[in-house]
């Protein structure tokens, strides 16, 4: 059944340095992928809605310029995180959609 | 706008009790309701929708969910649990539109003592 992956599944990386996070879908293609961010012991805030061939969607109070959403391909969508902070260490979701959300298994970011 | 409340933040069980877990939402107009789960390392996981018909939904792994649309509610059950049922789980609601668009509770922690 329909596999979202990740890439990568954890990462660390330097106040200032922007970070780039896929999301793919594996077996099936879709339209509209969507980014969530998940705070410890916390529920998961949509950040945008990302579709194919147009600009995302962002949530009220989501930086576009921050957190970059590119979704080139049916398969494919990609969240950079500009100029990061500590207050960006999160945990970073996307899921994609067919017929429902197929979530992926998460990207650990931290900022140093 | 749209929200959806979970009351039990935290709930400790011993193996064989029976689990209820309460989702309020609040939206005027046609839902489609969820219940995901995330066990621990894992991954979100549906364990069951309602979009319309049969108010009690029954999903994977012996949960049901029973909509009650003049309480708003969406509230999950089962009848005797498994310490292997120790995970986090999160209501969430669409508008019922072609968005796809979730929101989400602020989730329960189940932990079943064995």
């Known amino acids: 059944g329909a596999v979202v992956s990740q890439h990568p599944s954890w990462v660390i990386c330097k106040s200032g340095t922007s970070v780039k996070i896929e999301c793919r879908s594996l077996d099936f293609q879709a339209t509209t992928m969507f980014w969530y961010r998940q705070f410890p012991k916390q529920s998961l805030m949509l950040m945008a809605t990302s579709n194919e061939g147009s600009k995302a969607t962002y949530e009220q109070g989501v930086e576009k310029d921050k957190f970059l959403i590119n979704h080139a391909s049916l398969t494919l969508s990609t969240l950079t995180v500009t100029s990061a902070h500590p207050e960006d260490s999160s945990f970073y979701i996307c899921?994609?959609?067919?017929?429902?959300?197929?979530f992926g298994p998460g990207t650990r970011l931290t900022v140093t | 706008a749209q929200s959806v409340s979970q009351h039990n933040h935290h709930v400790i069980l011993s193996e064989a009790a029976s689990l209820e877990l309460g989702c309020n939402y609040s939206y005027g107009g046609t839902v489609n309701l969820f219940w995901y789960v995330q066990y621990p390392g894992q991954h979100l996981q549906l364990l069951l929708k309602?979009?319309?018909?049969?108010?009690l939904v029954k999903g994977i792994k012996g949960f049901e969910a029973e909509f009650i649309k003049s309480k708003f509610s969406f509230n999950l059950r089962k009848p005797s649990v498994q310490w292997s049922d120790t995970a986090e789980y999160f209501c969430a609601v669409n508008a019922g539109d072609s968005s796809y668009k979730l929101i989400f509770g602020s989730g329960t922690r189940l932990l079943v003592r064995p």
């Open positions: 899921s994609a959609t067919a017929y429902e959300q197929y």
């Open positions: 309602y979009f319309s018909g049969d108010p």
